[in-house]
């Protein structure tokens, strides 16, 4: 049975709430700090490339593990080809002489990646709630499938996120030969991962020590490396201070009154 079209709606929703996980909590704390209009601007070309390019995985890598005409290895080249044409895309429009100038090339590559991973993971997820899916026991719209889609999305998103917003960072410090080669593999390494999952659901967990160990430094210096000193110094004080407020918000008892101080 063919793939419904409640179901391709969902497996899109679903992949888009990848890009919702992605955005709050990282880009939502940077109004004011940055363009955000143009922040948004490259989530829409994220996710017109993200097309192009999740294509190119289920027709090149996908669908060729599926009918076995290619071997890991050989399909892992491919998807390192796939990656490195997803960093020289990021690489060009992150270092355009606008957005350098602007010193918007990290949360730009942020939302960049955001909407590249979320089409490539709306792509699989379409795949995974396809009955048919051969030598998947996992396939169809259930419980399973949907619990791993999110898993999908959220992994997807983040972890083309990360190396975009890397590359924006090393942008403003004119390196770029050695990110480009570094992020391609770690796409490559990342869809082999999201691909082999809908087979095997515990590859996505593979890829998770990479995102939580590059997550840190994203937060703590990828994303605020185009701001001045002072314009870092007012982004932590007011992530403190935020963060402040919200355990506050949490701890405090109805009917008390609430301290001056916070």
Known sequence: MAVELWQTQLAFAIGILGVYAGWR????????????????????????????????????????????????????????????????????LLARPRVVALKASPPFGWTLGLGIGSMQASYLIYRLFDEQLQYSGYSGTNAVSVTLALIIAATSCIGHALPACWQGANVLESSRTRPFVISAVARGFLTMCLVLALFAPLMVLVAAPAIALAWGPAQSSWLPAGMTPAAKQAFRRTTRQSEKHKRASEQRIRGEAIDSEE
Do not use: Q
Not at 36 to 63: E, K, N, P, W
Not at 69 to 91: C, D, H, K, R
């Open 25 to 92: 909590g990282t880009i939502s704390r940077m109004t004011g700090f940055y363009d955000l209009a143009g922040a948004v601007r490259y989530l829409v070309y994220g996710l017109i490339s993200g097309m192009l390019l999740a294509i190119c995985v289920d027709r090149i890598i996908l669908s060729s593990v599926i009918l076995a005409y290619l071997n890991i290895f050989t399909a892992s080249l491919f998807a390192i080809l796939i990656g490195a044409a997803e960093a020289a895309l990021v690489m060009f």
